[in-house]
């Protein structure tokens, strides 16, 4: 009775406070998950666990493993089971001699090693399909960290120009107040506003970029796309020299894909030639006969063996154009391989270039341009201040200021979206 009738109303009304706070402490472990910054290790693990387009290209070799398998073995025997020469007119099973129950087996051996060379050309095809994966994977790799990248420079960018509005806005506000005391002109303000309405529009564009960067993410670790970069490029100062990533070249998984297609054609060469050749099958077979001879001893059963070989008379033309074929596809291998490496080599050399114009920029604006834009922004804000300048000058060298500090972030990030793409074709370690 007590709980029914005496203290209801204060529990319901304590429910009704800590109802809140529950529902807080429940939410936390989501919001926090959100909150963690997300690293690029991570970006870089989630991107190669059950990636859908690697697991396809191992399921494409596991499957050309296993059909090398089946092409390696010989063909099924062939049961054979009839009666023979049984006397249609008159007569029984016993009537006439040659009148037998017959059961045998036939097997047929494909010409010279076409069995063990159609296993090889699989495995080489599955080799081929298993470096295809293991370039996907890189190729993968390098695209999640370059959209890491790009959202980490979104963000920051972002929140520099987020950071520099109040700057703006009070530098619009002095404009007003000293305009309205008459030692401005309203030119100044005008500026000053147009200025800042710029900014704003630079925060729509930069949020816009920013959620383009993070469904480019997205592709590849799904929604922890969301979550706030963390604040910390990766430590990519080094590279090899570019002699020893050229000569790794020759290891490039697209170069492997090619080399074990070449072997693979080549093989398809020899199986063409092989198939020049005769097949042959063995034939066992055993006759049961009933009946007795005119002297009465039983009629004895029969024992059948036989070689069937192939006559490839009629296939010669057959042959060559099969032969003519496989050495065509050699060919076009060994074209096609000589142009992946020409491709990466351009690739290689490109990006290496790239990667030091990148190094020596950033060098420059480490020594030099931060600190001279930053500089002469205030020198033009003293100027103004005292009289001695021009306003426009003053938003010019603070806006330039701003662009000079966005520029560096994008230089490192090109910097570091270029380590990535060298430590792909380079294959030193990322």
Do not use: C
């Not at 109802?19 to 472990?29: C, E, H, M, R």
């Not at 991107?47 to 493993?65: C, D, H, T």
């Not at 000293?178 to 401005?184: D, P």
């Not at 009465?296 to 063996?305: K, Q």
């Amino acid at each position: 009775m007590y709980f029914q009738f005496g203290p209801l109303p204060e529990l319901k009304i304590v429910r009704r406070a800590l109802l809140p706070v529950v529902a807080t402490f429940i939410s936390l472990p989501v919001f926090g998950q959100q909150s963690i910054p997300l690293t690029l290790a991570e970006v870089e693990e989630r991107a190669l666990v059950s990636e859908p387009g690697q697991q396809a290209l191992q399921a494409k070799a596991m499957a050309l493993r296993e059909r090398g398998v089946a092409a390696g073995e010989l063909p099924d025997p062939v049961l054979r089971v009839g009666l023979n020469n049984f006397p249609i007119q008159s007569g029984s099973f016993t009537t006439e001699g040659m009148t037998h129950a017959a059961i045998g087996l036939k097997q047929a051996f494909p010409a010279g090693k076409t069995r063990s060379l159609n296993t090889r050309r699989f495995d080489l095809l599955a080799s081929e399909m298993t470096e295809n994966a293991e370039t996907r994977g890189r190729n993968v790799l390098t695209a999640a960290r370059t959209a890491w990248l790009d959202l980490y420079y979104w963000e920051l960018a972002h929140g520099l120009v987020l950071q520099s509005r109040p700057f703006f806005d009070d530098l619009a506000t002095i404009t007003r107040s000293l305009y309205a005391v008459g030692r401005k002109s309203q030119q100044d303000v005008l500026r000053a506003e147009l200025e800042l309405s710029r900014l704003d529009d630079r925060l729509i564009e930069m949020e816009r970029q920013r959620a383009r960067a993070v469904a480019d993410l997205g592709q590849w670790i799904g929604q922890d796309a969301v979550r706030p970069v963390a604040r910390k490029l990766p430590g990519w100062e080094q590279i090899p020299t570019l002699g020893s990533m050229q000569t790794t070249l020759a290891q490039h998984p697209m170069m492997r894909a090619a080399d074990s297609q070449i072997e693979a054609r080549v093989a398809g060469v020899d199986l063409a030639n092989e198939r020049s050749k005769s097949g042959w099958a063995l034939d066992l077979g055993y006759s049961y006969r009933d009946g007795s001879l005119p002297s009465g001893e039983p009629r004895a059963d029969f024992i059948t063996l036989g070689v069937t070989v192939g006559l490839p008379f009629f296939r010669k033309k057959s042959v060559d154009s099969n032969l003519s074929a496989a050495l065509q596809e050699r060919s076009a291998a060994q074209s096609g391989r000589e142009q992946t490496l020409r491709g990466l080599q351009s690739q290689l050399n490109a990006e290496y270039a790239r990667w030091q114009d990148l190094t020596r920029r950033l060098g420059l604006y480490d020594t030099h341009i931060l600190d001279q834009a930053r500089n002469h922004a205030e020198a033009a804000l003293l100027g103004y201040q005292s009289d001695q300048g021009d306003f426009s000058d003053v938003m010019r060298g603070y806006i330039d200021d701003l662009n000079t500090r966005i520029d560096h972030i994008r230089l490192q990030v090109e910097r570091a979206q270029s380590y990535a793409v060298l430590a792909n074709l380079g294959g030193f370690p990322q």
